[in-house]
């Protein structure tokens, strides 16, 4: 089963005594040679650690804002980087699928799990990338900007506002982290996954996330059946059975890769979920051995 988806003023003072300016005691009377020259303008880089009101993918120093963390607040800022080498000196912005690009992902990625303490993909989050706009790389401008948001749920992944730091969001007994879901479905196919709480009748929990292999997002789409291996054996492990021909007859997968975009910016990390369409589960399935998860 699958889910796609200052001005400077020289004053001359006259007074009643005087009646023009003279140099004053130790001046050479030269007004341009003492006087530092002003260093280049430096481009607009956005501030790191600190929160926003609103989300989008190209900042503009014209509209920049940001909000008290304390505050209701749609992301957070948690890390600002540089495109250097090749990136660095080319004319326009890197695209989707670029290298530069991707290592930017990466880096983001990096940095979200020191912030938070974990995988972010295991819970209600989402990370994204901020650019310069094309007029601010024209004029020197090579940071990206990593920033995460939280999310209503799984299968709606539009940020929500909230009030607080993420840091430390998946230490210990997170709230935010996926754990159990009662599938709806429309025919054979999924609608939406309705979290519950694992002592509750469900039929989905979730496992854990891998990290596909280098492909294009085309590839992804038709590789159906090794996500769905990539996923079981996930579920074998985290269920403690054997992941052989019986695994099949005891659960089922449902996974969620990536979104189209962040494919291209390098995310590869895919969600699985143990699926049971025969029974209803009343507790989690972690470490429950073939006892806990028969074959039926």
């Not at 596909?212 to 059946?225: G, I, K, L, Q, V």
């Amino acid at each position: 089963m699958r889910r796609w988806l200052g001005v400077l003023a020289l004053v001359c003072v006259t007074t009643v005594l005087l009646t023009g300016c003279g140099p004053a005691r130790g001046a050479d009377g030269d007004l341009t040679d003492d006087w530092p020259g002003l260093g280049a303008p430096q481009p607009f880089t956005p501030a790191t650690d600190t929160c926003l009101p609103r989300i989008t993918s190209i900042v503009q120093a014209s509209t920049y804002e940001t909000v008290d963390c304390a505050r209701s607040h749609l992301a957070e800022a948690i890390h600002v980087g540089a495109f250097t080498g090749p990136a660095a000196s080319a004319r326009t912005r890197p695209g989707p699928g670029s290298p530069a690009l991707r290592a930017a992902r990466g880096e983001c990625d990096q940095r979200a799990r020191e912030v938070l303490g974990g995988d972010w993909h295991t819970a209600r989050l989402s990370l994204s990338l901020a650019l310069p706009s094309a007029p601010a790389w024209a004029g020197g401008a090579r940071w990206f900007r990593c920033d995460l948001s939280e999310t209503d749920s799984i299968d709606n992944t539009r940020p929500v506002n909230r009030s607080g730091s993420l840091r430390g969001a998946l230490i210990g007994d997170a709230p935010l982290t996926h754990r159990c879901f009662d599938p709806k479905l429309i025919g054979d196919n999924l609608n939406y996954m309705a979290p519950v709480l694992c002592t509750e009748p469900h039929r989905a929990e979730f496992v854990g996330v891998y990290t596909e292999r280098d492909m294009s997002w085309a590839e992804f789409t038709r590789s159906a059946e090794q996500a769905h291996r990539r996923c079981m054996a996930l579920i074998a492990a985290y269920a403690d059975v054997p992941n052989n021909a019986d695994l099949p007859y005891r659960a089922g997968s449902i996974y969620y890769p990536p979104s189209q975009r962040e494919w291209e910016e390098g995310d590869r990390g895919v969600r699985c979920f143990l699926w049971s369409d025969d029974r209803k589960l009343t507790r989690s399935m972690r470490g429950v051995g073939p006892e806990g998860l028969p074959a039926i």
